[in-house]
């Protein structure tokens, strides 16, 4: 993305370490994104409930609230704003992996300024194909898609189960739709990152199974013995072709 295509992103930076916040910043600047940085992570999450964020970069530890935190009282109040997270050290990611709060992208400090702005254009385009695509394709976004007793909204970007509305983030949704578009084909964990991610990072396959496993809490009737998104051992995941409706 040129500056030309990133001029209305807004980002929201929290981040205590000034000399870091400063250098993020002046990276966003040069690829045309406008950041606003926070030191505190109390006030970082009053920030957050605003609509005008593309994405918002999050530390993990912060003084007035923590990272995971933030990250979990967003989700719960269905906030889906698109959130890359950066963690001081793989300890550190592990943990936000296990716990599993609903943060699209991790960064582990320390972090070139390229990974980061390659991570947060990755989100930006992500975002911008779903949209064009479904302005470009109004026909196929117009029906929604059903897999048994899922139904994918593409358009309205809506998931429901039984009739159910599912509340799922961008990250998670946009997973779904790939498997949804693909029933039966199965999908290495390294193809999912570069189809979904926009990225296919090495070692960052946990961020796959992180999120598959969200997934599931979310659309399995019994997500400790899956029915939808099946393991194929070895291999990766597929989306189970479920007939009963
Ligand atoms: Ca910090």
Redesign the pocket.
């Known amino acids: 993305m040129d500056s030309s295509h990133g001029k209305h992103r807004k980002i929201l930076l929290v ?3 000034q000399d ?1 916040a400063t250098l993020v910043s002046m990276h966003l600047e040069d690829i045309g994104v406008q950041t606003t940085h926070i030191d505190r992570g109390d006030l970082a999450l009053i920030e957050a409930a605003k609509p005008e964020w593309d994405l918002m970069i999050l ?5 007035g609230l923590g ?1 995971l935190e933030i990250c979990r009282k967003l989700r719960e109040q269905g906030r889906q704003i698109p959130i890359l997270m ?1 963690t ?1 050290k793989s300890s550190e990611l592990d943990r936000v992996l296990g716990l599993e709060l609903g943060a699209d992208d991790y960064v582990t400090k320390p972090f070139s300024p390229l990974e980061l702005t390659a991570r947060v254009k990755a989100i930006f385009r992500r975002v911008e194909l779903s949209q064009s695509a479904a302005q470009s394709a109004p026909e196929r976004y117009a029906k929604p898609v059903r897999c048994g007793s899922l139904t994918v909204d593409h358009g309205k970007r809506e998931v429901r189960l039984h009739g159910n509305s599912v509340d799922l983030t961008s990250r998670e949704f946009d997973l779904l739709l790939h498997f949804v578009e693909n029933p039966g084909q199965v999908f290495r964990r390294s193809e999912l990152l570069d189809k979904i991610w926009g990225y296919g990072h090495e070692g960052y396959e946990h961020t796959v199974n992180s999120h598959i496993n969200r997934l599931r809490a979310k659309i399995e009737d019994d997500p400790a013995h899956p029915m939808r998104i099946v393991t194929v051992w070895g291999v990766g995941y597929k989306l189970s072709e479920e007939r009963a409706a």
């Not at 530390?59 to 003084?63: I, Q, S």
Request: net charge negative; aromatic share 0%.
């Open positions: 981040e205590d370490e870091i530390d993990l530890r912060l003084p990272g950066l001081s």
